[in-house]
């Protein structure tokens, strides 16, 4: 699987949209972007993916950029309890591929 | 909506005993998966269950059995525990139809102190 940078944190005002970035340049034609997030002492929650098409879904916005080689996670409107650790991952899909997580970007909504 | 559920969040054992960790899910998933969560280590996969009673091996089986008797429930088995077994244990499952894009939906975890 491809590997993921991300920033190692973020701030972000209550109300105002969130922006993740995320570079992955190695990425391969069939290789997925997914994005979970984990809130401190629970189990990762999936919140979308994509393959080369921008997606949105009710919790989120997934930017994909031409090329592949970099994405955005938006959170339209970011609430205290957004506040988590972001984690970007690149991977093929298929049945039994283990998730692997990286360092992610910790986000802090603040009020 | 998707729910993972696991039989306990928090669990205090001694060393040697025999400890049972079990996940149910409601969404008729057949890809299951188990997995421990380190500080500095990340996530790591124990077994994964694409069936009912099959089974294969992940990154760091040892010391670890599952069970898939039911397509709803994939159970972690610690067979002797030890101290380095203390850790957040987190199942996932994950569909294999019609979107075959095999995102995973997590449990709560089950934080293990081994004693």
């Known amino acids: 699987d491809a590997k993921t940078t991300q920033p190692p944190s973020m701030d972000c005002a209550e109300g105002r949209a969130a922006n993740l970035p995320c570079n992955h340049s190695t990425i391969s034609g069939n290789e997925y972007v997914y994005w979970y997030r984990q809130i401190h002492s629970q189990g990762p929650q999936y919140i979308i993916h994509?393959?080369?098409n921008n997606e949105t879904n009710e919790m989120a916005s997934l930017i994909i950029t031409e090329d592949r080689k970099s994405s955005t996670l938006i959170l339209p409107h970011a609430t205290l309890r957004d506040t988590a650790v972001y984690y970007c991952?690149?991977?093929?899909?298929?049945?039994?591929?283990?998730?692997?997580f990286g360092a992610g970007t910790i986000l802090r909504v603040k009020s | 909506d998707v729910k993972v559920t696991q039989s306990s969040r928090y669990l205090v054992k001694r060393t040697g005993e025999k400890v049972f960790l079990e996940c149910v899910q409601d969404?008729?998933?057949?890809?299951m998966f188990w997995y421990r969560q380190d500080p500095g280590l990340g996530l790591r996969l124990i077994y994964f269950s694409y069936d009912v009673k099959m089974k294969e091996k992940g990154d760091i089986p040892e010391g670890y059995s599952v069970s898939r008797e039911k397509k709803e429930r994939f159970s972690l088995i610690l067979e002797s525990a030890s101290t380095n077994q203390t850790s957040m244990y987190l199942c996932?499952?994950?569909?294999?139809?019609?979107?075959?894009?095999?995102?995973?939906?997590f449990g709560p975890g089950t934080r293990l102190t081994v004693t």
């Open positions: 991952i690149v991977r093929v899909a298929e049945y039994g591929n283990k998730l692997v």
């Open positions: 996932a499952s994950s569909p294999l139809v019609p979107r075959a894009s095999y995102e995973q939906y």
């Open positions: 994509g393959l080369k």
């Open positions: 969404m008729d998933h057949e890809n």
